[in-house]
């Protein structure tokens, strides 16, 4: 419930404090004193869009804030709590606005941006404009209005999750259909490149390997001619080789160990030298006789690295990443294979995700066809109670799961009316009249409102085109919409301003060049004397103090 309201500088407003009650609360003032302000300033605490002109003139900034008591609110509790906002048992939020046009949220005094405010706001007050019989006409706001009336949120959610989940699954069905040709090119491109490795057939190592064997064969001659040398010089010469030579050595050590005991382990020392000296004749020997000089081989070695290298550099590659790009290229044409399966298997689950959106649209639709029939009776009612005593009211609820599919289901949802008799039931902006269409705008609303979980409601100036007898009746309404819920009625109908439990009355005054609007409680006498004023103008006679008292009192 809204308790509490603190507006300054804004607009024409330059301080403004004051408290509403539980109940019926009628606010009236004269015709441009600014009774929709306090409204307007609401709708900026949550979370409207704010703009640098609501700043009053020469200030710096606008500062509006609006408590609200959370008793018997649970989801906005609950709310509070999911975002770590909440503070006791009261809810403030707040707005600041700076003559730039910048502005900063608050909810319990920490700052948050302007849609966690519309987030929240929408848990603890509902704001029927002015104008609302106009969107009336717009068959997304009367689907909406059936929808708000018949409360089934949790369906709604499910059916626009089930239609998020087949558009984009079929978006993606679509995207690789159209991708199909440019995959088909591109298959038939990596097949091309694939039968080229493939004809090369280049193993994993292979190409360090015949590099080897390459530069080998090509310094056979080289290699022929070193070993030879280093084989004669090691063993073959019969002039003098190393083996001789460390052989004498050998013998004259041995001689001199006899001698000096200390020189006992050369011996051993020349003996492995020998050894050694030896193995690596005879591995030079075996190296020699199995050199191979064959010519035709090193031409084919020269070819089949020029066929490596020319493939490397058409795919960008080192010689040695090759084999691993021929096995990257066999791994995604078998992806580009794989897509007809691909195709069909999405297609497959394109229907699948489509049917269990229809069969929750389904549920989606008989709830609104329903809760149609349950409105139909009551806004027919409340149609004759506000001197429509032939009105029908119906709710078309038409489903075509072949149509026009959305994340709200496949329902077109048209107010019908009829106002005379004999007239058939057409689309309510065709048939209503202006003060016609406001009241049945009105009747929708409050009937509505019942169903509404926030504790408040604002009702702004829903009573334009309707006078008299109807607007007694509409103020009856309202009262009793205020008996179980707090209702705000922002009125110029003496007989909607009396049947308030309480009543607010907006003045405005203007002194030394500068404008400001106020607003008090009205009490009892007040009342009658505001009510006088509503029923016969600037002119109050004691028969229109009579009136204003007998109104009160019929409330």
């Known amino acids: 419930m809204l308790s509490h309201m603190t507006i300054s500088n804004f607009a024409i407003v330059k301080n403004l404090e004051f408290e509403l ?50 008793k018997n609110n649970q989801a906005a509790r609950r709310w509070l709590e999911d975002n770590e906002l909440v503070d006791g048992e009261e809810c403030i939020l707040r707005r600041v606005i700076t003559k730039e046009g910048r502005s900063r949220g608050f909810i319990n005094g920490s700052p948050v941006p302007a849609s966690q405010q519309k987030s929240l706001g929408q848990l603890l007050i509902n704001i029927h404009g002015q104008h609302a019989h106009q969107q009336l006409m717009r068959p997304d706001y009367q689907q909406q209005m059936l929808d708000q009336y018949a ?28 991708n199909r040709e440019r995959n088909e090119a591109q298959k038939q491109l990596i097949q091309y490149q694939v039968k080229e490795l493939h004809d090369l057939a280049l193993g994993e190592d292979e190409y360090s390997e015949i590099e080897e064997e ?7 001659g080289e ?13 073959d010469n019969d002039d003098g080789n190393a083996l001789q030579l460390l052989q004498m050595a050998s013998q004259q050590v041995v001689s001199l160990g006899e001698y000096d005991n200390s020189l006992s382990g050369i011996p051993q020392m020349l003996e492995d030298a020998i050894i050694q000296v030896q193995e690596a004749s005879q591995e030079l020997r075996g190296y020699l006789d199995n050199l191979d000089m064959d010519p035709q081989r090193l031409v084919y070695l020269e070819e089949r690295i020029a066929k490596i290298l020319s493939l490397a550099r058409k795919h960008y590659v080192m010689p040695n990443e090759l084999f691993q790009k021929h096995q990257d290229l066999l791994k995604e044409l078998e992806q580009l294979d794989c897509s007809d399966e691909r195709l069909e298997e999405l297609a497959e689950l394109v229907e699948n995700k489509r049917q269990v959106f229809l069969a929750t649209a389904e549920k989606l639709s008989k709830s609104r066809h329903r809760y149609a029939k349950e409105l139909d009776k009551k806004i027919s009612c409340s149609m004759h109670e506000l001197s429509m005593e032939h009105g029908i009211f119906k709710i078309d609820v038409q489903n075509d799961a072949e149509g026009m599919l959305s994340p709200l ?25 202006g003060g016609e269409l406001s009241r ?15 504790p408040s409601l604002i009702f702004d100036e829903v009573d334009v085109g309707i006078s008299g007898p109807t607007a007694a009746i509409v103020g009856k309404m309202l009262r009793t919409l205020g008996n179980s819920t707090q209702v705000m009625c922002v009125t110029h109908l003496p007989q909607v301003a009396g049947c308030g439990h309480q009543q607010m009355f907006v003045a405005k005054k203007s002194t030394k060049g500068q404008t400001e609007t106020s607003m008090c409680p009205l009490n009892d006498d007040a009342r009658v004397a505001e009510l006088a004023r509503l029923l016969g103008g600037s002119e109050i006679t004691d028969r229109t103090l009579a009136n204003a008292k007998e109104l009160l009192i019929a409330a």
């Not at 290699?223 to 063993?235: F, M, P, V």
């Not at 509505?448 to 979980?453: R, V």
Request: contains cysteine.
């Open 409 to 433: 289901g496949f329902d077109t949802i048209t107010f019908l009316v009829s106002t005379n008799p004999g007239q058939p039931l057409q689309p309510l902006g065709k048939v209503a009249s």
């Open 21 to 70: 009650k539980s109940g019926m609360t009628t606010i009236t003032g004269e015709t441009g004193a600014g009774k929709s302000i306090a409204i307007d300033a609401l709708g900026l605490c949550l979370g409207d869009r704010a703009e640098a002109s609501m700043v009053r003139p020469n200030e710096d900034k606008a500062e509006l804030s609006a408590a609200f008591s959370l």
């Open 223 to 235: 290699l022929a001619l070193s070993s030879q040398t280093a084989l004669s010089i090691l063993y």
């Open 440 to 454: 049945i705008s009105l009747a929708i609303q409050v009937i509505t409102a019942q169903k509404i979980e926030t």
């Open 151 to 178: 409360g089934h949120h949790l369906l709604m959610d499910k059916t626009r999750q089930a239609y998020q989940n087949w558009r984009q699954t079929n978006n993606e069905l679509k995207r690789l259909t159209q």
């Open 214 to 220: 390459h530069r080998r064969l090509s310094n056979s």
